[in-house]
Each structure stands twice: as structure tokens, then as C-alpha cells.
């Protein structure tokens, strides 16, 4: 099955961006959709986004949309989250998974270590 180690993330300050990477090994990241989800301290995991199979579609929940965007280096088998503009409560332990399509959290069974994202000033 798939397996990813998510990277990037640290402490940024309100307005601020950096960027996510989702390492894939096991098997061709450009055969499957990537999807992020967070964990926000004290809060249950959310699905955020999603990158179809061949890029055909982006989706994006309404809290991150228009400031965060997605991409893959299909060469490197690694995939992105761009946060722009976080927030405060873009603080959380973010989290991406591969799928044959986009999916939902219960889907998932197999999570990477996930990437602290801290939004703080």
C-alpha cells in the first residue's frame, strides 16, 4: 500500500506561507489522487484538499480556499500543499494520502506522520 512521509511545515507567522511536501514511496504518485487533511489541537481530522489523477480537478474546503493550492513533482514522486495567507487557525498537524480517487477520512488506513504547522505571531 502507500506510503507517505509528510515534511515542510514549522512555526510562520499570521500572513505568512510555506509549503508542504508529501514524500511517496512503494509505488508512482501520478496514478492516484493526493489529498491533505489537518488535525487542530484538541479537534477531530479534517479533509482540506484534493488533487485528482492527472490533475484533472482540485478541491478545495471553503476555510482554505483561494489560499491554499496544490501541485506534484511526479519525477520526485512528491506532492505539495502552498499554503498562503495562514491563519491562527491554520494551526494543526497536517496529513496527506493517496488514493485512486479523492477520498474521505475513513478510507484512509494506512497515515503518514503528518507536519506541525504552528500560526503564530
Known amino acids: 500500500q502507500a506510503q507517505v512521509v509528510e515534511s515542510g511545515g514549522g512555526l510562520v507567522q499570521p500572513g505568512g506561507s510555506l509549503r508542504l511536501s508529501c514524500a511517496a514511496s512503494?509505488?508512482?504518485?501520478?496514478?492516484?489522487?493526493i489529498a491533505w487533511f489537518r488535525q487542530a489541537p484538541g479537534k477531530e481530522r479534517e479533509g482540506i484538499s484534493c488533487?485528482?489523477?492527472?490533475?484533472?480537478?482540485?478541491y478545495f474546503v471553503g476555510s482554505v480556499k483561494d489560499r491554499f493550492t496544490m501541485s506534484r513533482d511526479n519525477a520526485n514522486n512528491t506532492g505539495y500543499l502552498q499554503m498562503n495567507s495562514v491563519k491562527p487557525e491554520d494551526t494543526a498537524v497536517y496529513y496527506c494520502?493517496?488514493?485512486?480517487?479523492?477520498?474521505?477520512?475513513?478510507?484512509?488506513?494506512?497515515w503518514g506522520p503528518g507536519a506541525q504547522v504552528t500560526v503564530s505571531s
Open positions: 488533487l485528482t489523477r492527472g490533475d484533472i480537478s482540485t
Open positions: 512503494g509505488f508512482s504518485l501520478k496514478y492516484y489522487a
Open positions: 494520502a493517496i488514493h485512486s480517487t479523492c477520498p474521505i477520512i475513513a478510507t484512509i488506513k494506512n
